[in-house]
T-cell receptor, first 111, second 110 residues
Framework: GQNIDQPTEMTATEGAIVQINCTYQ??????LFWYQQHAGEAPTFLSY????GLEEKGRFSSFLSRSKGYSYLLLKELQMKDSASYLC????????????FGDGTTLTVKP | DAGVTQSPTHLIKTRGQQVTLRCSPK?????VSWYQQALGQGPQFIFQ???????QRGNFPDRFSGHQFPNYSSELNVNALLLGDSALYLC?????????FGPGTRLTVL
């Protein structure tokens, strides 16, 4: 089976940097995904790591260590609109296999 | 390019009834997955369809069934609704990359 752990809540200040961690224990691994979900809305895709290392996409970066079963999402220059739930998900099969999601980290950005 | 679409947006049913939810995938995507998301939790995988066949299934009872059509659109059917089936039902489509989610259907069972 799959087990995904991430902190329940985090708070940060506008303009700051925040790191959201995710650890996983899985029977199969073919990629780790980060999604952003605002309250009452669907998740939107942020980033994808399949190999170890850092992937950067504007203000968002994601890191993966497969040997440690660990990933983080780094958000820079925080804006109020970044207040949302951030979901870590692991895909079990290549290409289009199902994803197992963590319960999400609710990030609150304060002025 | 239209993204993933779902209908209806909201639905209210009573216990014991049956419901059908619909999903059209993003253009170019041939795989559709369905998820159930309860409040405060991450999406839980129900099943995945590819080439009109159920390819993978999560830990959901047989009351949950689905279908994929030749144009890759999909339906989720839930029979004998229970109060606990109240949730946001998400459809996600993919090809060989990440999954992209539709806006979801909010199902309330009274």
């Amino acid at each position: 089976g799959q087990n995904i752990d991430q902190p329940t809540e985090m708070t940060a200040t506008e303009g700051a940097i925040v790191q959201i961690n995710c650890t996983y224990q899985t029977s199969g691994f073919n990629g780790l995904f980060w999604y952003q979900q605002h309250a009452g809305e669907a998740p939107t895709f942020l980033s994808y790591n399949v190999l170890d290392g850092l992937e950067e996409k504007g203000r968002f970066s994601s890191f993966l260590s497969r040997s440690k079963g660990y990933s983080y999402l780094l958000l820079k220059e925080l804006q109020m609109k970044d207040s949302a739930s951030y979901l870590c998900a692991v895909r079990d099969l290549p290409n289009a296999g199902k994803s197992t999601f963590g319960d999400g980290t609710t990030l609150t950005v304060k002025p | 390019d239209a993204g993933v679409t779902q209908s209806p947006t909201h639905l209210i049913k009573t216990r014991g009834q049956q419901v059908t939810l619909r999903c059209s995938p993003k253009s170019g995507h041939d795989t559709v997955s369905w998820y159930q998301q309860a409040l405060g939790q991450g999406p839980q995988f129900i099943f995945q369809y590819y080439e009109e066949e159920e390819r993978q299934r999560g830990n959901f009872p047989d009351r949950f069934s689905g279908h994929q059509f030749p144009n890759y659109s999909s339906e989720l059917n839930v029979n004998a609704l229970l109060l606990g089936d109240s949730a946001l039902y998400l459809c996600a489509s993919s090809a060989q990359g990440p999954q992209y989610f539709g806006p979801g259907t909010r199902l309330t069972v009274l």
